[in-house]
């Protein structure tokens, strides 16, 4: 039942934001084309389009994260929702399903993270010779952890106890394994779509963000953070992206 669960998330998410990721290029065709040619897209229309949805991104994730670190910051322990999900993911979770979610989690781990951004950045670099990729790659997982950490540091919420390990884990609040999964992903998924077809743009934005909430929803079913901690990593990490993005936007990183 965990990983249906995590599948299903994962899945809807991705779902979401690939029907997101259309509107793009649409809000960017030339209006009314001469007659017998196609509509055809603007650079500067698509990318003014892109860096709208980015400000739009920058400024939901930041409300998000703002609501929700005032909900939690007086909160003993988790919250009432917090407490549901994790104990039906500790009642529903067997060895199999908790091997295949620290097989997941392990790709949002900060080292992961770290190993993907390294071959992405080259790779992307090697492709489309821009000296911007690895910067803009450095700013968005850099800068992640620091507001991570940072954010973890000054609310020192107390972890789960349905599992003794997370105790040992530090602070819970926001989750860094979202938190990086979040802003990576979203990175690597936008990087990875320059010069492809909208299609493929389209699917590697909608997978980005399942990848990203798979890693989040294993947090909460192997019992090291409650679901408010993995909400706010996703929007902490959605948000610092969108930013980056919009700082490098006319460097096209």
């Not at 909900?71 to 407490?83: K, Q």
């Not at 199999?96 to 979610?101: E, G, N, Q, R, W």
């Not at 992961?112 to 690895?134: D, Q």
């Not at 954010?151 to 020192?156: G, M, V, W």
Request: charge should be positive.
């Amino acid at each position: 039942m965990p990983l249906v669960l995590l599948v299903i998330a994962a899945a809807l998410a991705g779902f979401a934001v690939a029907l997101l990721a259309r509107r793009v290029p649409a809000a960017a065709t030339v209006p009314k084309p001469a007659e017998g040619t196609r509509p055809h897209l603007k650079p500067e229309a698509v990318r003014g389009a892109a860096l709208a949805l980015a400000l739009g991104v920058t400024v939901a994730g930041g409300l998000l994260l703002a609501v929700l670190t005032f909900v939690v910051r007086d909160v003993e322990g988790g919250l009432g929702v917090d407490v549901a999900v994790g104990e039906w993911g500790r009642d529903h979770a067997t060895g199999l399903t908790d091997a295949v979610l620290e097989a997941i989690t392990f790709c949002g781990a900060p080292s992961s993270v770290f190993v993907l951004a390294v071959i992405v950045g080259l790779e992307e670099t090697l492709r489309t010779r821009s000296r911007w990729v690895i910067p803009y790659l450095a700013a968005v997982v850099v800068g992640t952890g620091v507001l991570t950490t940072t954010i973890k540091e000054l609310a020192e919420r107390v972890r789960p106890e349905l599992d003794p390990i997370a105790a040992t884990l530090g602070p819970s609040f926001p989750s860094g394994h979202s938190s990086w999964s979040a802003a990576f992903f979203a990175a690597a998924a936008l990087l990875l779509s320059r010069g492809r077809s909208r299609r493929t743009r389209i699917v590697l934005a909608g997978v980005g963000a399942g990848c990203a909430v798979a890693v989040a929803a294993t947090r909460v079913l192997l019992g090291v953070h409650w679901l408010s901690d993995v909400l706010a990593g996703l929007a902490l990490g959605w948000a610092w992206f969108a930013t980056c993005t919009i700082l490098f936007g006319r460097r096209s990183p």
